[in-house]
């Protein structure tokens, strides 16, 4: 299994952790893991999607699950970040189990559909699929 730290309270700086709290306090789960869901934001955005569009997308592809993503953080060098590997632990911990499953459910629903949404250049399920990461991480729907 991973190489976490195995006690989150050496974080370096409790401002991390202050707002990893009032995040999770909000929705079970840190909107921060709303980076990994970018490239679907890019793409639903998108009218008609060209190459580039498509590219942008495959780059944010597979999504990470949760647990991954708040994971070990490796410095450039290959050496485990203790800092950030700590807070990430918190974060884990810290984070609403059911919500983490639907997060879960929905990056497998979304990574399996993403040679289906490129063909069709689907962009109105990417849409739908953008809606729910958002209400789910933010408690409600986007507004443009």
């Known amino acids: 299994m991973e190489n976490l730290p195995t006690e989150s309270k050496d974080i370096a700086n409790e401002s991390y952790r202050k707002n990893a709290d009032a995040s999770i ?14 490239g679907i934001m890019q793409f639903s955005r998108n009218q008609n999607p060209d190459d580039n569009a498509i590219k942008s997308l495959r780059t944010y592809f597979p999504i990470p699950k949760y647990g991954e993503r708040y994971g070990v953080y490796l410095n450039d060098d290959g050496t485990v970040n203790e800092r950030q590997s700590s807070l990430n632990l918190y974060i884990r911990n810290s984070s609403n189990p059911e919500k983490v499953r639907e997060y879960n459910d929905l990056a497998d629903e979304v990574n399996a559909d993403l040679e289906r949404m490129i063909m069709e250049k689907d962009t109105r399920k990417a849409a739908e699929y953008f809606q729910k990461i958002h209400k789910l991480l933010y408690g409600r729907e986007y507004a443009r």
């Open 25 to 38: 306090e909000k929705t079970g789960l840190h909107a921060d893991a709303f980076n990994a869901w970018m």
